[in-house]
Antibody
Framework: QLQLQESGSGLVKPSQTLSVTCAVS??????????WSWIRQPPGKGLEWIGH???????YYNPSLRSRVIISVDRSKNQFSLELSSVTAADTAIYYC??????????????WGQGTLVTVSS | DIQMTQSPSSVSASLGDRVTITCRAT??????LAWYQQKPGKAPKLLIY???SLQSGVPSRFSGRGSGTDFTLTISSLQPEDFATYYC??????????FGGGTKVEIK
């Protein structure tokens, strides 16, 4: 059974770069026509899709964050990563990784990692 | 981007009640929808994809339907483990992907 596990910088200072990694186990990041997404959730609020990447290395970013986001994949380690630069308090959130599935024109996310809280504070 | 509005934002219900949550496209159009359940302190969990297809292992008391701009998630008989927040996601093919604002199902 595929499992995703996030890890990363729990506390980041304003203007610095947030880094989070998602380790994939129980399956290969290279298998199938899947995308690998980052989704965040500020405390007590809703979900925001940040972007995704395919194992071939083709990323797509949410236009609202595009200027600050880099998503990369490390096939040798079976993991993918998120970097978000110039962070502010508004970037404080639980960061989830999730596998994107696509069937024809239909997309959904399953499974999800447990999430990691990143707090932006001086 | 497709924007979805969920209603109600919260609902209080009793065990055994039938609960229906609506997700409406207020900007854009979608042929397909996914639904997720999120319990406190946990990651969202896929319940339904492709509008009405139940994810493996999800109880049959959950059902989804709809098309175009209006979609619903129905819990036919509310169980203790169903108290959670539910999110819809327009499931069309092109990113950026978005989510509805969520509906919290609480105990009456």
């Amino acid at each position: 059974q595929l499992q995703l596990q996030e890890s990363g910088s729990g506390l980041v200072k304003p203007s610095q770069t947030l880094s989070v990694t998602c380790a994939v186990s129980g399956g290969s990041i290279r298998s199938g026509d899947y995308s690998w997404s980052w989704i965040r959730q500020p405390p007590g609020k809703g979900l925001e899709w940040i972007g995704h990447i395919y194992h071939t290395g083709s990323p797509y970013y949410n236009p609202s964050l595009r200027s600050r986001v880099i998503i990369s994949v490390d096939r040798s380690k079976n993991q993918f990563s998120l970097e978000l630069s110039s962070v502010t308090a508004a970037d404080t959130a639980i960061y989830y990784c999730a596998r994107g599935r696509r069937k024809g024109e239909i997309n959904w996310f399953d499974p999800w990692g447990q999430g990691t809280l990143v707090t932006v504070s001086s | 981007d497709i924007q979805m509005t969920q209603s109600p934002s919260s609902v209080s219900a009793s065990l055994g009640d039938r609960v229906t949550i609506t997700c409406r496209a207020t900007q854009g159009f979608t042929n397909w929808l996914a639904w997720y359940q999120q319990k406190p302190g946990k990651a969202p969990k896929l319940l339904i994809y492709a509008t009405s297809s139940l994810q493996s292992g999800v109880p049959s008391r959950f059902s989804g339907r709809g098309s175009g701009t209006d979609f619903t998630l129905t819990i036919s008989s509310l169980q203790p483990e169903d108290f959670a927040t539910y999110y819809c996601q327009p499931a069309n093919s092109f990113p950026p992907f978005t989510f509805g604002g969520g509906t919290k199902v609480e105990i009456k």
